[in-house]
């Protein structure tokens, strides 16, 4: 009796090739623009948060210059208020710390073995890497010491190594010269990637108390990294660091305060609002399409039992039962919508790899919107192909068979 | 072995009653070919879906083979249908876009039969319903004259091997060749022994059979041997 069935349902929809096609299309498009689209949008948040991770756990941001509310990018302010004082301070007197990395950055040329660059050149200490979340690839990074004693070494993030000496080469040991300084390259740090945010790859880092003498000839800082121990302890430690540089400051009004302070939170979660409005926008367009894909599967659901309705009454005429009628058409109304859900979803999916391989966009299929679109699909199609059809078979033979 | 006693219709259309048959009785035993003639409106499609248990009427008793058939629930008599009774229409007879043979095996659907043997069956009542030619049984509905399809029609009424064959003005749509033709089928049908009622309002098709039953507005007006 399956079987029965089964030959039924494929030999009606093959019947009419091109109404069950053009019923499938409209399942394959809806639910693949839904699928492509928030996978889009859910690639664009990843990526966009991924990129904010990487540059530094629970980190907050110290930058001299009044602070204009809702900064994103570690800005660095013009004014001069920050000290290494600040920053030893900050680090001695205030707990939940992991590592504290006061920076002199600025940029130059910087010449090596007849190549040149301009980059910028980050002054700084040990602390970096942990604060920073960068990571040493061969040779080793600048020590306590070599702060202490303004050593003229570098270590150069691996395009900045790239461009001055050539791709994937070990110029450790020899020198690079910026401003007339020759400092002796002491290591490379390992590919972050990213852009945007620094692109910590095309920079040079030296001790900051020799960029402080031989390249700025000042003593104020940059910026002041610093990593909270986790994430519950950064509201505290930054309200800490504000009370602390307020009163070394001796600044009375908070309103007033030389510096500002942004922590890692904030920016990822005003980046994950600009990405979740982006999602937004992406899923109503496929939502849009999703509806529209819906009406035209529950205008061919209807029009096809419309239209079959001579032929239902002419099966209960020759003695079919109502439930074989009933289950034929839900049959077919099954088959339709999992068979173009099926294709819907493998090209959704597709769609998804090729807009990642070829365009370099990254994407995420999620699977609630998988369900989403499917059950979305399944549902109209099921409905619109089952119910009108057990209505008609609810005729009596002659109605149905006189119907036009 | 089709007995009717005073079988009623009444239609209600809102307020306006129509009594499409006002007691109406007659028997019609195995074997016998009958013709049920009269013009539009006399109540003669009425009865005929009363027969073919398409409909039922709304006083009276209808016996197939000593079976009350007013009183079966829609699937019994879907059964009946089925196995008992088998209908040629005037139009609208086969499914479109399906072949003869899978039209004529339509009621052997879900019964369990094996595929090998409908397959035999069909070609079998193909056969004796005037359609030898296998070219046309792979043929679609729609790709056949019309006289084709009323003789694919009446195989497909003969695949369950019926009580009864009820023909609804069978040769409405066609021509007088073609008439003949489908009306020879039923002859040589009910020489092999089958019940044949034919429902006309044309007194030429009603020649070839051997009964007359004759009515106008709702009731038997003559009921004759030809």
């Known amino acids: 009796m399956i079987i029965d069935l089964f030959k039924e349902t494929i030999w009606s929809l093959s019947g009419n090739k091109a109404r069950s096609g053009l019923t499938i299309l409209g399942i394959v498009i809806g639910i693949a623009s839904v699928i492509t689209m928030v996978a889009i949008g859910q690639g664009a948040q990843n990526s966009i948060e991924k990129n904010i991770q990487s540059i530094g756990s629970n980190l907050i941001i110290v930058s001299p210059g009044a602070g204009r509310g809702g900064q994103v990018s570690a800005g660095r302010g013009s004014a001069q208020t920050l000290t290494l004082e600040d920053s030893n301070a900050i680090k001695s007197e205030i707990p939940n710390i992991t590592g504290v990395e006061p920076e002199n950055s600025r940029r130059y040329q910087i010449t090596a073995k007849g190549n040149n660059t301009n980059t910028q050149v980050i002054g700084t200490v040990p602390d970096y890497l942990i604060v920073r979340n960068v990571k040493i690839d061969s040779g080793s990074f600048i020590t306590d010491q070599q702060v202490r004693s303004s050593a003229k070494v570098a270590v150069l993030g691996s395009t900045a190594r790239d461009d001055l000496f050539g791709e994937n080469t070990n110029p450790i040991g020899q020198s690079i010269r910026i401003k007339n300084t020759d400092f002796q390259v002491i290591g490379i740090t390992q590919v972050k990637g990213g852009s945007g945010f620094n692109n910590l790859d095309d920079s040079v880092y030296v001790p900051l108390a020799s960029s402080q003498h031989y390249l700025s000839g000042d003593n104020f800082l940059s910026t002041i990294g610093v990593a909270a121990a986790d994430q519950n302890s950064m509201s505290a430690v930054q309200q800490q660091i504000n009370d602390l540089l307020l009163s070394r400051h001796k600044i009375e009004d908070p309103t007033q305060a030389d510096f500002s302070l942004i922590n890692q939170t904030d920016i990822i979660s005003t980046v994950t609002s600009v990405t979740n409005t982006f999602t937004i926008l992406l899923s109503s367009i496929a939502g849009i399409s999703l509806l529209v894909g819906g009406i035209g599967i529950m205008n061919m659901m209807l029009t096809t039992v419309t239209e079959r309705t001579r032929e239902i009454g002419l099966r209960k005429a020759v003695g079919i039962r109502k439930i074989y009628i009933n289950l034929q058409f839900l049959s077919e109304a099954v088959v339709l919508t999992f068979s173009g859900g099926g294709v819907g979803i493998l090209l959704g999916w597709i769609a998804s790899l090729g807009l990642s391989s070829f365009l370099q966009l990254s994407t995420q299929v999620t699977l609630s919107s998988v369900l989403l679109a499917f059950s979305v699909s399944a549902g109209v199609g099921i409905v619109f192909g089952f119910y009108p059809a057990r209505r008609a078979a609810n005729l009596s033979p002659i109605e149905a068979l006189r119907y036009e | ?226």
């Open chain 2, 1 to 226: 072995m089709i007995k009717c006693s005073n079988l009623t219709k009444v239609y209600k259309n809102g307020d306006v009653e129509t009594e499409a048959l006002k007691g109406v009785s007659f028997k019609i035993y195995k074997g016998e070919f009958v013709a049920i003639i009269g013009p539009s409106g006399s109540g003669k499609s009425t009865l005929m879906h009363i027969l073919g248990a398409l409909d039922v009427p709304t006083s009276g008793k209808y016996y197939l083979d000593g079976q009350e058939v007013s009183q079966l629930k829609d699937d019994q008599l879907s059964d009946l249908r089925r196995n008992r009774i088998g209908f040629v229409f005037q139009s609208f007879n086969l499914l479109p876009r399906t072949t003869v043979l899978r039209n004529v095996i339509l009621p052997l659907l879900y019964s369990g039969i094996s595929i090998k043997e409908r397959d035999k069956r069909a070609r079998e009542v193909l056969k004796n319903s005037g359609m030898e030619e296998e070219k046309f049984y792979d043929r679609f509905s729609n790709q056949m004259s019309g006289g084709q399809i009323q003789r694919v029609a009446i195989a497909r009424a003969l695949i369950n091997n019926p009580a009864i064959i009820l023909a609804d003005e069978p040769t409405g749509n066609l021509d007088t060749k073609n008439s003949h033709l489908v009306m020879k089928a039923f002859q040589k049908l009910n020489k092999k022994g089958h019940t044949i009622i034919v429902i006309t309002h044309e007194d030429e098709v009603a020649a070839f059979a051997k009964r007359v039953i004759a009515i106008r507005d709702g009731e038997i007006e003559k009921d004759s041997k030809n």
